[in-house]
T-cell receptor
Framework: TQLLEQSPQFLSIQEGENLTVYCNSSSVFSSLQWYRQEPGEGPVLLVTVVTGGEVKKLKRLTFQFGDARKDSSLHITAAQPGDTGLYLCAGAGSNYQLIWGAGTKLIIKP | EAGVAQSPRYKIIEKRQSVAFWCNPISGHATLYWYQQILGQGPKLLIQFQNNGVVDDSQLPKDRFSAERLKGVDSTLKIQPAKLEDSAVYLC???????????FGPGTRLTVL
């Protein structure tokens, strides 16, 4: 059974600080996606990483896919209150179905 | 372009009652997913449709859950009878094809008392 473990489960920091969220597995994924989910809404795709070692940047967010395509990280620089939300990683298996992590609940305090 | 629509947004029922959720995917999207998201957890796939056929329903509790997509467009998910542990957000997502980005609706928050 493929599993994705996210850490930390919960993170509360002050505006302006940096943070990193991790997504780890013992399984290899063809691609890995990061989503953000706000209360009362469905997840919204932020990025998809496909190649081992790939780094993608989305403004202040930096996503990295591990060399072996088993893990990923999301780094936020100078976090802002608008970054508050639930961050979910999801790995795509051979049948394109997504295996989801439990999420990291992020709160950025002004 | 309109997004994935779901209704109702909220539903409160008592255990052993029945409930149904509706999803209208993005126009032209052939693949439709129903997920269950329990508080503090990631989404769990319940069923996947390709047009009006079922691709995967291996995690659907078939003794109480059923889903259909008769005309290959909108879909309904039913729970009968509901249990306390069914309290969750039920998310619908659609994609043009199997390998494409999934677009999610806002979900239906179900509370079973």
């Amino acid at each position: 059974t493929q599993l994705l473990e996210q850490s930390p489960q919960f993170l509360s920091i002050q505006e302006g600080e940096n943070l990193t969220v991790y997504c780890n597995s013992s399984s290899v994924f063809s691609s890995l996606q990061w989503y953000r989910q706000e209360p009362g809404e469905g997840p919204v795709l932020l990025v998809t990483v496909v190649t081992g070692g790939e780094v993608k940047k989305l403004k202040r967010l930096t996503f990295q896919f591990g060399d072996a395509r088993k893990d990923s990280s999301l780094h936020i620089t100078a976090a802002q209150p608008g970054d508050t939300g639930l961050y979910l990683c999801a790995g795509a298996g051979s049948n394109y179905q997504l295996i989801w992590g439990a999420g990291t609940k992020l709160i950025i305090k002004p | 372009e309109a997004g994935v629509a779901q209704s109702p947004r909220y539903k409160i029922i008592e255990k052993r009652q029945s409930v149904a959720f509706w999803c209208n995917p993005i126009s032209g999207h052939a693949t439709l997913y129903w997920y269950q998201q329990i508080l503090g957890q990631g989404p769990k796939l319940l069923i996947q449709f390709q047009n009006n056929g079922v691709v995967d329903d291996s995690q659907l509790p078939k003794d109480r859950f059923s889903a259909e997509r008769l005309k290959g467009v909108d879909s309904t998910l039913k729970i009968q009878p509901a249990k306390l542990e069914d309290s969750a957000v039920y998310l619908c997502a659609s994609t043009p094809g199997l390998a494409d980005t999934q677009y999610f609706g806002p979900g239906t928050r179900l509370t079973v008392l």
